[in-house]
């Protein structure tokens, strides 16, 4: 089995932490957690075999071949290049870093030390996403002109209320939640950005805007809307949420919503009907592929370091764009 480390055991890391302790490719050697309380909660669901509160102190005890960064953002740059710099593969949460040099810099030293380095993004875990990109390579839809991703959430989910200050002061939705959908879009067409243009809703005393729509040019000719934001049913008596993806091809058309869980595509030949899962994160394929590029020195079915700095970038973009508009 392969020994693996949890730094910072917040909401995200729950799920790590629960496909971990139920795979068979991986015994949970550490946790790292900054909060006492929470560090002891942990420990003892999970029965880690080494805690601290310091994630230096990890590296420098404890033999490990891979690390999840599932702490705040402002960390997840110091936290990666150490370990890296130890010879231990990484996969680390999105957004990736808080800065595209910071970004850059993990890939060179994950290159440098020729150590794996995964972003864990949506795109490439959950039913919808992982469906769609099947559909694209099994159906003729002819070269992709449009894409469309549509994700408005409530903004319920932050609690406690500091939670959702964090999450903007950071940059808000287009930096936590589209940077999934600029990751999807480059997936899906196998094109780069050329453009990106964006608007966006600011309400006080926020910085940054709460409701994003970006729209972008791909090099290769194709065009894509990415909204997010987190006002959806933001002071309703229950919670919402309206997420769409569609990919439009000269030759058909495939399209998924959350309302019917049901993924439709039309073809010249044929259209179709499927039932999808749900929009989580599924952890345990996260970490089975974890494992399995480890083993064979490359990654398989994750985004690499490189493709979440573009999609990071994208993002970055997106909310420079609705500073300047």
């Known amino acids: 089995m392969l020994n693996i480390a949890v730094i910072g055991c917040g909401v995200v890391a729950e799920g790590h932490l629960h496909a971990i302790a139920a795979s068979s490719d991986w015994n949970l050697a550490a946790v790292v957690e900054t909060h006492p309380q929470r560090l002891q909660q942990v420990v003892n669901q999970y029965q880690p075999q080494h805690s601290f509160s310091d994630y230096r102190e990890l590296l420098e005890t404890v033999p490990l071949d891979a690390v999840v960064v599932a702490t705040h953002v402002e960390t997840h740059y110091e936290i990666a290049l150490a370990a890296l710099e130890r010879g231990i593969h990484v996969l680390c949460e ?23 380095l995964a972003v864990n993004f949506n795109t490439r875990s959950s039913d919808p996403y992982l469906t769609v990109k099947r559909m694209i390579e099994q159906h003729d839809i002819g070269a992709i002109r449009v894409v469309r991703f549509v994700y408005d959430w409530s903004a319920h989910q932050w609690q406690p209320p500091e939670r959702f200050e ?18 999807g879009v480059r997936w899906f ?6 453009r990106i243009e964006a608007c966006g809703v600011r309400i006080a005393p926020h910085e940054h805007p709460q409701h994003v729509i970006s729209t972008c040019q791909l090099e290769g000719g194709a065009i894509a809307l990415v909204e997010a934001g987190w006002l959806f049913t933001k002071r309703t008596k229950d919670t919402g949420m309206l997420y769409e993806v569609t990919v439009i091809g000269d030759n058909g058309t495939i399209s998924y919503s959350s309302e019917s869980q049901k993924i439709r595509t039309w073809t010249a030949t044929e259209t179709l009907e499927v039932e999808c899962g749900d929009l989580e994160k599924h952890f345990e394929r996260v970490h089975e592929a974890f494992a399995r590029s480890i083993e064979v020195g490359a990654l398989q079915g994750l985004a690499s370091g490189e493709d979440g700095l573009k999609a990071t970038q994208a993002a970055y973009q997106a909310l420079a764009s609705t500073q300047s508009g």
């Open 94 to 116: 999105k957004p990736m870093a808080q800065s595209l040099e910071q970004c850059r810099e993990m890939c060179e030293v994950a290159a440098r030390h020729n150590r794996l």
């Open 166 to 183: 964090k999450f903007m002061a950071n940059g808000g939705p287009v930096i936590d939640s589209a940077v999934h959908f600029f990751e």
């Open 189 to 194: 067409t196998g094109q780069e950005f050329a």
